[in-house]
């Protein structure tokens, strides 16, 4: 028997301790108030919600592996030729610029509206 999922979609254990799905729209995902108040009053710790059945386990990973993964997973990184990190760095350079640029306009301008409305 399918156990019921919540509305996101959750992968669900059946109480075969198979895995099931429980989509939005299926019938496995909805569930009347009545249903709800006699899973939750039932008591049963031995049936998993899909939270604990999808939690990562608890087994921490050595230094040693957890180099070799990074290293592993840093070999697929695109990393960007000479060139367009030259490019890159020059349009945020002048992309800095002119918002300093404008900012300091901006400033400027209030400061002597202030001094005009506030300093007849």
Do not use: C
């Not at 496995?28 to 899909?50: F, I, L, Q």
């Not at 608890?58 to 290293?71: D, S």
């Amino acid at each position: 028997m399918q156990r019921r999922g919540d509305s996101n979609g959750w992968v669900v254990p059946d109480e075969a301790g198979g895995i099931g799905t429980a989509g939005p729209g299926s019938a496995g995902a909805r569930a009347t108030a009545a249903e709800e108040a006699e899973e939750a009053g039932s008591g049963d710790s031995s049936t998993r919600t899909a939270r604990q059945a999808l939690a990562p386990s608890r087994h921490r990973t050595g230094p040693r592996q957890f180099l070799h993964e990074v290293n592993v997973e840093m070999r697929k990184v695109v990393w960007p030729t000479r060139a367009e990190t030259l490019n890159y760095s020059t349009v945020v350079l002048v992309t800095l610029a002119l918002m300093m640029a404008m900012i300091f306009g901006l400033d400027v301008a209030f400061q002597h509206l202030a001094n005009f409305i506030f300093n007849p």
